[in-house]
């Protein structure tokens, strides 16, 4: 029997030494689903008032968007935050418009809020325009979805009319304290 082990040792041995070659997992995407996607990456901007008319691309390399031939990573973080948002919603009605598997929910987290005060700086900061914007588009998605959006910044009055609206307070007996009830 310790002979049989000594040989199938060896031959294990010897399979681990063969240099293997690996599996290629990457999947090849077609050049016209990014573009397809990209398009409603770009309207959402555009309801957003992010620019006039923006242009969403695709760059594979990065697996990331471009948006007016910048990429999104060159942009300060305000508007990395909007555009990733953009992207995350984008991404959920292109599912949906083609018919493909989504949980029909986003969660946002701080998309126009995307700075810590000590790192600020003016190209940082997002237009009360595009806040506005951001809020008013999203109150009006199809009941089929929900986007839910954590963020210091708070929607108009009418626009928290037509949504389930939250403030956390961080205050004892005032509202909601936070998001999980305290003594949890």
């Not at 205050?171 to 949890?184: E, N």
Request: glycine share 6%; with cysteine.
């Amino acid at each position: 029997f310790r002979s049989e082990l000594w040989v199938e040792r060896s031959k294990l041995t010897q399979e681990l030494k063969t240099k293997q070659v690996p599996e290629d997992n990457s999947t090849s995407v077609e050049y016209s689903i990014y573009k397809d996607f990209c398009l409603f990456v770009a309207n959402d901007l555009k309801n957003w008032n992010f620019s006039e008319n923006p242009r969403a691309d695709f760059d594979e390399d990065k697996m990331d968007i471009v948006i007016d031939g910048k990429a999104r990573s060159s942009n300060g973080k305000g508007y990395r935050g909007i555009a990733h948002a953009a992207f995350i919603v984008g991404l959920m009605d292109y599912c949906y418009d083609k018919q493909l598997n989504h949980p029909g929910v986003v969660i946002i987290d701080s998309p126009l809020t995307a700075y810590q005060k000590a790192d600020y700086t003016k190209e940082d900061e997002l237009t009360p325009d595009i806040e506005s914007a951001f809020f008013q588009s999203l109150s009006l998605i199809s009941n089929d979805r929900q986007i839910i959006v954590l963020d210091n910044k708070s929607p108009d009055d009418h626009v928290k009319a037509r949504i389930k609206y939250i403030h956390f307070t961080k205050v004892k007996g005032t509202g909601r304290y936070g998001f999980f009830p305290i003594g949890l």
